[in-house]
Antibody
Framework: EVQLVESGGGLIQPGGSLRLSCAAS????????MNWVRQAPGKGLEWISY????????YYADSVRGRFTVSRDNAKNSLYLQMNSLRADDTAVYYC????????WGQGTLVTVSS | EIVLTQSPATLSLSPGERATLSCRAS??????LAWYQQKPGQAPRLLIY???NRATGIPARFSGSGSGTDFTLTISSLEPEDFAVYYC?????????FGQGTRLEI
C-alpha cells in the first residue's frame, strides 16, 4: 500500500525555520517526482515545490522561492522541505504528493507561524 | 501564471441528482487538467487526470470532459459520500495551479 507520512510541523515564530519530512512506503521513491502542496486554514490548495527523481530540475512557487528548499534522500525513501524566514502567511497544512498529477497524498502536517 | 476559475462556488443538490462542475483556464492547457475531491480533515484525492481519465479506484459515476480552456467534471448520480469540495488543477506549464474549488453540498 502506498503511504506518504509527513512530520515536522508545529508552532514557530515569524522569521524562524522548520524542516518538514515526508516518509514514503509501499513504492520506490526514486522512481517518482514529488511535490509539496499547502493549504492555508479554510482556503484552497497551493502547489509550492516540485523535485524530480534526480533532484534536477527543481521548481518553486514565487511565494516560497528563496526561502524554502526541497530535497530528497532516495536511499531513505524520504522527501524534505526546509523552510526559512517563515511568515504568518506560511501558516498552512503542508502535504507531500506524488507525481503530476498528484496521485497519492500524505495526511498533511500543520505549520503555524505566529508570535 | 495560468488562472483556473471554477464555477459555481457552491452547488446544492440532493443524492441521486446529477452534478456538473466547471473549470475554465485563462489560456489553453490542452488536456492537462486534473480533478481532486477533498473532504473535511482529509487530504485531496485524485479523481480525473488529463481531462477525462479516471484515476485508480474511482467510480464510473465520475467523468471528466473538455480541452483547451473549458472543462467539466460530471457526477452522474450523487451518492452521500460525494458531498465535498472539488478542485481542478493544470499541469500545462509552470507553475501548476489549482482552481479555487467548488463546494458540493446537500
Amino acid at each position: 500500500e502506498v503511504q506518504l507520512v509527513e512530520s515536522g510541523g508545529g508552532l514557530i515564530q515569524p522569521g524562524g525555520s522548520l524542516r518538514l519530512s515526508c516518509a514514503a512506503s509501499g513504492f520506490t521513491l526514486s522512481n517518482f517526482n514529488m511535490n509539496w502542496v499547502r493549504q492555508a486554514p479554510g482556503k484552497g490548495l497551493e502547489w509550492i515545490s516540485y523535485i524530480t527523481t534526480t533532484s534536477n530540475p527543481i521548481y518553486y512557487a514565487d511565494s516560497v522561492r528563496g526561502r524554502f528548499t526541497v530535497s530528497r534522500d532516495n536511499a531513505k525513501n524520504s522527501l524534505y522541505l526546509q523552510m526559512n524566514s517563515l511568515r504568518a502567511d506560511d501558516t498552512a497544512v503542508y502535504y507531500c504528493a506524488r507525481g503530476n498529477p498528484y496521485d497519492y497524498w500524505g495526511q498533511g502536517t500543520l505549520v503555524t507561524v505566529s508570535s | 501564471e495560468i488562472v483556473l476559475t471554477q464555477s459555481p462556488a457552491t452547488l446544492s443538490l440532493s443524492p441521486g441528482e446529477r452534478a456538473t462542475l466547471s473549470c475554465r483556464a485563462s489560456q489553453s492547457i490542452s488536456r492537462y487538467l486534473a480533478w481532486y475531491q477533498q473532504k473535511p480533515g482529509q487530504a485531496p484525492r485524485l479523481l480525473i487526470y488529463d481531462a477525462s481519465n479516471r484515476a485508480t479506484g474511482i467510480p464510473a459515476r465520475f467523468s471528466g470532459s473538455g480541452s483547451g480552456t473549458d472543462f467539466t467534471l460530471t457526477i452522474s448520480s450523487l451518492e452521500p459520500e460525494d458531498f465535498a469540495v472539488y478542485y481542478c488543477q493544470h499541469r500545462s506549464n509552470w507553475p501548476p495551479t489549482f482552481g479555487q474549488g467548488t463546494r458540493l453540498e446537500i
